[in-house]
């Protein structure tokens, strides 16, 4: 089992920055690959970034060079440094974990970029 606690979501005006933070607890020697998702109103949910156990990362065409995704050395926490914020970026932002077994999926934290 794994367990993943996302923070750090709030609202920000376009332009601004957020930092969100996903805490992983539980076997996480299992996972694999951990990420971020987002799903704004009405869409469905996509892909926001990626980071596995060798640290190779991986990111959507509309965030790259916006978004950086990061880990510590102990793996037990990810996180999403948003730079450059656009209304687009408005969702609700999910951290999952990939493992052998099931994925795992956080409750999610909602930015919202709006003047």
């Known amino acids: 089992q794994v367990q993943l606690v996302e923070s750090g979501g709030g609202l920000v005006q376009p332009g601004g920055s957020l930092r969100l933070s996903c805490a992983a607890s539980?076997?996480?020697?299992?996972?694999?690959?951990i990420g971020w998702f987002r799903q704004a109103p009405g869409k469905q949910r996509e892909l926001v970034a990626t980071?596995?156990?060798?640290?190779?990362?991986n990111y959507a065409e509309s965030v790259k060079g916006r978004f950086t995704i990061s880990r510590d050395n102990a793996g037990n926490t990810v996180y999403l440094q948003m730079n450059s914020l656009k209304p687009e970026d408005t969702a609700v932002y999910y951290c999952?974990?990939?493992?052998?077994?099931?994925?795992?999926w956080g409750q999610g934290t909602q930015v919202t970029v709006s003047s």
């Open positions: 539980g076997s996480i020697f299992a996972i694999n690959v």
């Open positions: 999952r974990a990939v493992t052998v077994g099931p994925d795992y």
């Open positions: 980071i596995n156990r060798g640290h190779s990362t």
